[in-house]
């Protein structure tokens, strides 16, 4: 049997947030251990090849995470991480409208300027949008004796230091359809934003995350010098800068190394033994300071921490978490002929990306919030295969000018690869047809889909598709355990779920009721979802706080956090 290994801190799962934790730590002079079920890390931060020179993503895609503290702090850029800029810029995005059924409805005065004042592209000295995200995503939730009121929310503070005219005693109540009903103009342009939120997690018509899901939505393009662009290589490529850094200062990576559970001794997590069918199988991996799930709760609390460790209040609360927020149906074709916008929609053609002119992305039909609100029933009230009409059914079809011109979405010699099209369906788990009903039917999904993409987009003929590839939320679970639901969210991003509430009150600042055990997992962690890097960020105030991390002069905490009472203050001096 191999011998045992011991280490400061044990990081369970290596996705994106358990690697660019491990990243931190490492820096900070911890000896890290991070341990992976599958045979490479990375999580939904993954490519896929179908064959050789195509390249798709079944999960995440775009570059949401350019306000984040780590790409200078963990000095990035050292490990191969670069940029590749697209000069198309965000007056020119918006230029071109939304698909409706009707055709394309223009982006009105008010629609540009209410995107620009609520994304901090405005205000009193000028932009302000870096410290806006930042404030909202990057920066853990404020200590439990602290009451949370508009005075000390953080994005609440930005907008009254730089762009008072927005703030309302509502603001932090509303939905996103009510405060774009204040700062919006067109009805099109409102139910696009809506359900580009509600497919990046804080969807349109929850209470209480209006910034957050607006700002969800405005990540894609204002951080990035107003212009939508992705890492070369894609989110893997941006993954793998994380893995080198983790390893450059001297993470151990164990692949195919599942744990079967974390080691509690008086009430306190050790370490960890890994499965029998681990590469280093029943090995106990000990851990001085902490251990740390990257995994989601349930794998976390019912299988490895296991009940009898835990109070049944917590355990009723972990079992009432909603997962009721859909996950994403993912398709990706190979065609003869290139897709390209039926002559309703054909302005959007002067934008098409790459000399292939890849088709711009969009929502559609995105004609009224009626409509929207007909497909979340479909989705979390009905929660069953399509019941409406594909003319109704809506999508979202990723932005093509993201993506590099020599990436094969914009240019493939062997025929032509769209982006990938994006329509919110059931969970697995609370489909009433059956957990497995997506993979059971996932021709006749196929064929629905094609439908609907069909109804605004040329070049979807069976005749001229050569390959669809899709990913159904079943799917999506086989390949990442760690994906509960089938999505990146995990649960939901509404106000009782959100910030001092996600998921739950006893897990809010990524502690957990067993000492030294510490989360870093989207389904359990503010903010959640779309690879961020903001758990890692905010979980090292935590560290710092517990005294299990001091990090040397290249770390600085947010502006906007606040010590907890009787910790140590990750405010350095």
Known sequence: MPKDERYDVVIVGGGPNGMGTAAYLAKAGLSVCVLEERTECGGANETVEPFPGVRIYPHAMLMYASPAPAFDQLELWKYGFRMKWNPLGMDQLMAGGNTTTQGVVPNDEKDMMGFAKMGGMLGEGGPFSKELMRATFWCPPHPPEIEVTDENVPYMQVYKKYQPDVVTPELRQWTMFDMMDEHFGTEPFKVAMAFAAWASGAAGHWEGVAIPAILAVQLLVLPNLGKQSVPRGGLHGYFHAVHRCAVANGTVVRTMCAVEEIIIEDGRAVGVRLREDAAMGGKKIWANKAVIAAVDYKQTFFEMVGRKHLEPSFIRNLEDVSLKNGTLYVSTFHTKEPLHWKSKWSSLDAQCAGPDRVPFGAVFPSDSRELYYENVADCDARKSMPTLPPEKLMWFLCPSQNFDPTDCQGSYPNGHISTAFEVNVPIPELQVEGIDTQLERKAELDEYMRKSFSQALDGLEPENILHHWSSSGREVEFRNTGLIGGTWCGSRH???????????????????????????????????????MAIPYNLMHILIEDGVVEPGKWWYPSPYYIPQDGKISAISG
Do not use: F, K, V
Not at 509 to 524: A, K, W
């Open 494 to 532: 509404c106000d009782d779920q959100w910030a001092e509430n996600r998921p739950i009150p006893e897990l809010t600042r990524y502690r957990s009721p067993i000492d030294g055990l510490y989360c870093c997992h989207q389904t359990m962690s503010h903010p959640g979802a779309l690879c961020l």
